[in-house]
């Protein structure tokens, strides 16, 4: 490991909710994660082990750790932004982040600033969320970034969510509640009507699989 830097230190913890609170930094000299997460990704990329008989995709890489959470909880995008910023400065070619805040837009700015990254010519890698689960536009950013290589895992099974049921067949539409929307209707016939369709939709609102 060549380059690096701590920008929060073990006891940083950004995370409102957790009795563990703490969003005051304090850096320390050694930019190592204490679940192992970063090191795991690390040896993925550059590991190179004669005794074990592994390599990693870039044997011969240099590498850098620019830590940016704590031994729990979440962080901030300006330390985010921070760290890319360090990471451009000590001449990274590669820039992989295996985090992501999930349900963002390309406008969101840690996804601005990788893409403004990728027009300076530094490959942009963004995990794009561990929120899957919840559906459609449940990535996260940076991955989200127009110019950035979002990578994910995908299970081509089901997922669980309220269901909708519309139309002549009373076929079931899925569908997730809007953030500061009403309540969902739970049962019974809705207000709402559909233009070319029947006079009302039936609706009901119960855990349903839909195939991915």
């Not at 009403?182 to 699989?209: E, I, N, V």
Request: charged share 15%; proline share 8%; net charge neutral.
């Amino acid at each position: 490991m060549k380059f690096g830097y701590d920008f929060v230190g073990d006891a940083f913890n950004a995370d409102p909710t957790s009795p563990a609170y703490n969003p005051v930094a304090t850096p320390d000299a050694n930019p190592d994660d204490c679940g192992g997460h970063g090191t795991h990704v690390a040896g993925i990329i550059g590991g190179n082990s004669a005794t074990d008989n592994f390599k990693g995709v870039a044997p011969n890489v240099t590498l850098g750790a620019y830590r940016v959470f704590g031994c729990a909880g979440s962080t901030t995008s300006d330390i985010i932004l921070a760290a890319m910023e360090r990471a451009k400065a000590d001449g990274m070619q590669v820039i992989n982040q295996s985090l992501g805040a999930s349900f963002q837009w390309p406008q969101y700015p840690t996804a601005q600033a990788a893409d403004r990254l990728v027009r300076d010519g530094i490959v942009m890698v963004a995990s794009i969320g561990n929120s899957g689960t919840s559906g459609l536009y449940a990535a996260g950013a940076p991955g989200v970034g127009k110019d950035v290589i979002g990578v994910a895992s995908y299970d081509n099974v089901a997922i669980k969510a309220k269901s909708m049921y519309a139309g002549s067949d009373n076929k079931a539409y899925g569908f997730l509640d809007a953030t500061g929307a009403a309540a969902t209707p739970a049962t019974g016939p809705s207000l709402w009507r559909a233009p070319a369709r029947p006079p009302a939709w039936l609706m009901a609102a119960r855990p349903w699989p839909l195939v991915a």
